[in-house]
């Protein structure tokens, strides 16, 4: 792990759910490498249901639909670091509470509160933190790959296209001052509790694993491993990009199985 050189660096991972979140595998991952982690969850319920997860670790509350909170993070993290290098992004919501719509029936409230959250958020929290970040940071959020039309994902997929649209923005406008680097991966359908709540989600997951080449879905230690590769000083050179990590099943839409199976 020496070549990661991550020993006695700090990173924000903000999005950790429960165990089988990808933002507690990357964290994880941070934290064997010698990183000190430093976690950001919604509100003190969310904290409370992690009292066991995070139990001895520095842990912020932080509801990003609130600008307040947003600069209260910074500040929270300043007391104690003055200087960070880097944060994970692990944040997406999307209100399925009335189950599937037709893309065209999306609530303008339902839509908009999902792009403050999942998208938005993350130019926030870059703005907020960009004072504490080192010079040569790394931020990483986590979007989708080729799944993006999939009528149950909904509205969720153009937003998440946003959200890959933002990290090369970010990229660019941070340029103008600094070397702190933006990048994306761009998961395929992974076994989440919060994927478990998308309308239909189940029957794309088992589709999409028969799509990789491989025949086997992606797990989310892969995505984790890719993350914690964007994160660390070996990817230097990469800024502004989606790395997509789903076993390829981007370009095998004639797979002969599936062509053969109808």
Known sequence: ????????????????????????????????????????VRSKKRLESLKDLLKGREVCICDVENPEEINSLSEQIKNSHPQIN?????????????????????????????????????????????????????VVTVGISSQVTAP????????????????????????????????????????????????????NYLYAEKMTLRKRAITTLEVANAALFLLSDLSTGINGQGIVVNGGMDFNYFDEELVYSH
Request: some cysteine; aromatic content about 12%; charged content about 20%.
């Open 86 to 138: 880097g944060f994970l992004h692990s944040i997406a919501f999307g209100n399925y509470g009335e189950g599937f719509k037709p893309f065209h029936e999306t609530k303008r409230q339902d839509f908009l509160q999902a792009t403050t959250i999942s998208c938005f958020s993350l130019i926030e929290v870059s703005n907020a933190l960009k004072p504490l970040l080192a010079r040569d940071a790394s």
């Open 152 to 203: 149950s994902y909904g509205y969720m997929s153009p937003i998440k296209a946003a959200l890959e649209s933002v990290v090369r923005f970010l990229a660019k406008s941070f340029s103008k001052d600094t070397e702190v680097r933006f990048n994306c991966v761009k998961a395929g359908p992974l076994k989440t509790s919060a994927s478990a709540g998308i309308p239909g989600y189940i029957a």
């Open 1 to 40: 792990m020496s070549l990661l050189n991550f020993k006695g660096k700090v990173f924000l991972v903000m999005g950790v759910a429960n165990k089988k979140s990808i933002a507690w595998a990357i964290a994880q991952l941070l934290e064997k490498s010698g990183t000190h982690v430093i976690y950001s």
